[in-house]
């Protein structure tokens, strides 16, 4: 019998036992040269005993043919040459299954066929059968149900610590808040003209000397006004402060938040101390020696009237 298979441009034809041809079919007739791959030489004997020792002949599970004496290979120079191997394929019939060049001008056709299912090294070794898979539960299903409630009540723990914390922290902010509070003024601070008591009335006599002092000194008293200014300072307790808003979308984000309320509450109260350490070094500071009063223009004039 002949068998053809046909990839792409050419056309195999295996006639067993004779020969193996190649050639290009177009409206089903030969175009071009026909070129022999091979005419049969030998095939592989099973009843030898050194081919039968052969383990790698029969681990590879096929017979085999040898074709040589073909065409002139234009590469190589030399006859074209071909194997044929003959696999078991049972409930099918024969044809081929592929064919190879694994080198110029040398070929290998696989060939499919129910004949040699017999022989038993030729026979496809029998499938393994699979295997049953047993699905052991790691819980029984009391145990499983013990297993959520106790992630259940951890839960819940955890949820009532951070609550806790957080009225803690909320509670130890509204009384850092209510502590500061307007710095008042120092006793043996002098009033204000206007703030006397109601039953001090003025002496007529000590304001017509507070007048004529004043008059004395107002050409001097200018030049020292800009260097007795002080700036008016803020007081601590009216600060204006900024609301920042956070987003709490699970615990993981609310440990955080309870955390940056620790860490800027931290940097408050650092910042609050260092302002009170700068206050209480300027308050200690000695003041300015004052300077030699000069007499009024009246005092300096008299010694010269006193000589004339």
């Known amino acids: 019998p002949c068998f053809f298979q046909t990839k792409d441009w050419w056309t195999y034809e295996f006639c067993y036992g004779k020969h193996i ?45 040898s074709y040589v004496n073909g065409s002139q290979c234009d590469l190589t120079g030399r006859a074209r040459e071909a194997e044929v191997r003959f696999l078991c394929e049972e409930g099918a019939g024969d044809y081929i299954a592929r064919v190879d060049e694994p080198q110029s001008c040398s070929y290998v056709l696989t060939v499919h066929t129910t004949r040699i299912c017999h022989h038993p090294f030729l026979r496809p070794p029998a499938g393994a059968a699979p295997q049953p ?137 650092e910042k609050a101390s260092e302002e009170e350490e700068e206050e209480e070094a300027a308050a200690k500071a000695p003041p300015a020696p004052p300077g030699p009063e000069e007499p009024p223009a009246g005092e300096r004039e008299r010694p010269e009237e006193e000589e004339e």
């Open 133 to 269: 898979i047993l699905c052991q539960p790691a819980l029984s299903p009391a145990q499983y149900v013990e297993y959520v409630r106790a992630q259940v009540s951890d839960t819940k723990r955890k949820v009532e610590e951070i609550s806790e914390e957080l009225k803690t922290l909320d509670t130890r902010l509204w009384s850092e808040r209510e502590a500061e509070t307007p710095t008042q003024p120092a006793a043996g601070t002098p009033a204000a003209p206007g703030d006397a008591a109601p039953g001090d009335e003025p002496d007529p006599a000590n304001d017509a000397a507070f007048w004529e002092r004043v008059r004395e000194v107002t050409g001097k008293a200018g030049g020292q006004q800009d260097s007795a200014r002080v700036s008016p300072q803020r007081p601590r307790g009216h600060t204006r402060k900024k609301i920042h808003f956070k987003v709490i979308r699970s615990p993981g984000d609310l440990l955080q938040f309870i955390e940056e309320l620790k860490e800027s509450t931290k940097k408050a109260k």
């Open 21 to 65: 041809q190649q050639y290009h079919v177009e409206e089903s007739e030969i175009k071009g040269d026909v070129l022999f791959l091979g005419y049969y030489q030998s095939a592989f004997d099973w009843d030898d005993e050194t081919a039968k020792a052969s383990k790698q002949h029969r681990l590879k599970r096929y017979h085999s043919q």
